[in-house]
T-cell receptor, first 114, second 113 residues
Framework: DGGITQSPKYLFRKEGQNVTLSCEQNLNHDAMYWYRQDPGQGLRLIYYSQIVNDFQKGDIAEGYSVSREKKESFPLTVTSAQKNPTAFYLC?????????????FGPGTRLTVT | GENVEQHPSTLSVQEGDSAVIKCTYSDSASNYFPWYKQELGKRPQLIIDIRSNVGEKKDQRIAVTLNKTAKHFSLHITETQPEDSAVYFCAADPYSGNTPLVFGKGTRLSVIA
């Protein structure tokens, strides 16, 4: 289970609060990704970054923000604008972002907002 | 953009039987098709992948077939075991440009002992 870590494993927040999920990788991968997983919905892409200081919106970016200041780190902020933030969040990385590379996933963070 | 459909959403098989999960994709430029297995509470992990220059790939009890003309690919698991119980995701990757993997919605496989 080496290479890509997420913390914390479980996170609880009150409605209206912003919360930041951590994702770190030591694989020297250029590309990193954030997915949201809900039952029966598969893996939905929130944001992705192919190089440092650059990132693009995925399919469900509204209510989320990211930064990529370091190659190793890709934190995700769930803002109060996200209507249904309770979900399982998975971070992933790949050697490059140009296609054909395996994505390595972190262990995930389960966020509960009440 | 790419769209990946995966069927069935749930699948139950008896231990020792075979399981087949099918996926279709829409973008003919897609060139790389991985399969991920996610056990309960764990992270998805790559189990097998195939590129468009081959029609079939095997790794012990699992195999993937690809039909580029029909734009579909399938995962075959033979001699299923209880530890094969998990959610399986297919994905398609255009392998050109900057579009990330597009995942299917997953198949929950239950192997009944």
């Amino acid at each position: 289970d080496g290479g890509i870590t997420q913390s914390p494993k479980y996170l609880f927040r009150k409605e209206g609060q912003n919360v930041t999920l951590s994702c770190e990788q030591n694989l020297n991968h250029d590309a990193m990704y954030w997915y949201r997983q809900d039952p029966g919905q598969g893996l939905r892409l929130i944001y992705y970054s192919q190089i440092v200081n650059d990132f693009q919106k995925g399919d469900i970016a509204e209510g989320y923000s990211v930064s990529r200041e370091k190659k190793e780190s890709f934190p995700l902020t769930v803002t109060s604008a996200q209507k249904n933030p309770t979900a399982f969040y998975l971070c992933a990385s790949s050697r490059t972002g140009i296609g054909g590379d395996e994505q390595y996933f972190g262990p995930g963070t389960r966020l509960t907002v009440t | 953009g790419e769209n990946v459909e995966q069927h069935p959403s749930t699948l139950s098989v008896q231990e020792g039987d075979s399981a087949v999960i099918k996926c279709t994709y829409s973008d003919s430029a897609s060139n790389y098709f991985p399969w991920y297995k996610q056990e309960l509470g764990k992270r998805p992990q790559l189990i097998i992948d195939i590129r468009s220059n081959v029609g079939e790939k095997k790794d012990q009890r699992i195999a993937v077939t690809l039909n580029k003309t029909a734009k579909h690919f399938s995962l075959h698991i033979t001699e299923t075991q209880p530890e094969d119980s998990a959610v399986y995701f297919c994905a398609a990757d255009p392998y050109s440009g900057n579009t990330p993997l597009v995942f299917g919605k997953g198949t929950r496989l239950s192997v009944i002992a």
